[in-house]
């Protein structure tokens, strides 16, 4: 019955920026974590940012700290991720998942998450 969806990429110069978001049909509660991941040409599937209901205990993946930002916007059932200094490499396409916070292991472990939109393209030209 969850529904997710994402929106907002598009194609951007290395260095722009993008805010992409997720719209979720219900209510993110505090016992769910929602998370981006990314998967680009020939490449697993990997984990960019993620965040609980809470908004506590957000993890990010090392190669976009301090320059991607996830949020939750509650009263709106989305969730963002602002995306700055992008480089070529960021080129993907990004997903949005939730998970029960309460499953073991990683936030950036994609078999553990049960609901996914169908992805939304990023693409960074250098």
């Known amino acids: 019955e969850v529904q997710l969806a994402e929106s907002g990429g598009g194609s951007v110069q290395a260095g722009g920026s993008l805010r992409l978001s997720c719209s979720v049909s219900r209510r993110v509660r505090s016992n769910y974590v929602v998370a981006w991941f990314r998967q680009a040409p020939e490449s697993e599937r990997e984990g960019v940012a993620a965040?609980?209901?809470?908004?506590?205990?957000?993890q990010y993946a090392d190669s976009v700290k301090g320059r991607f930002t996830i949020s939750l916007d509650s009263p709106k059932n989305e969730v963002y991720l602002q995306m700055d200094s992008l480089k070529p490499e960021d080129t993907a396409m990004y997903y949005c998942?939730?998970?029960?916070?309460?499953?073991?292991?990683?936030?950036?472990?994609?078999?553990?998450?049960?609901?996914w939109g169908r992805g939304t393209q990023v693409t960074v030209s250098s």
């Open positions: 998942a939730a998970r029960p916070i309460f499953y073991a292991g990683s936030y950036f472990d994609h078999h553990k998450y049960i609901y």
């Open positions: 965040i609980p209901g809470t908004s506590e205990e957000i």
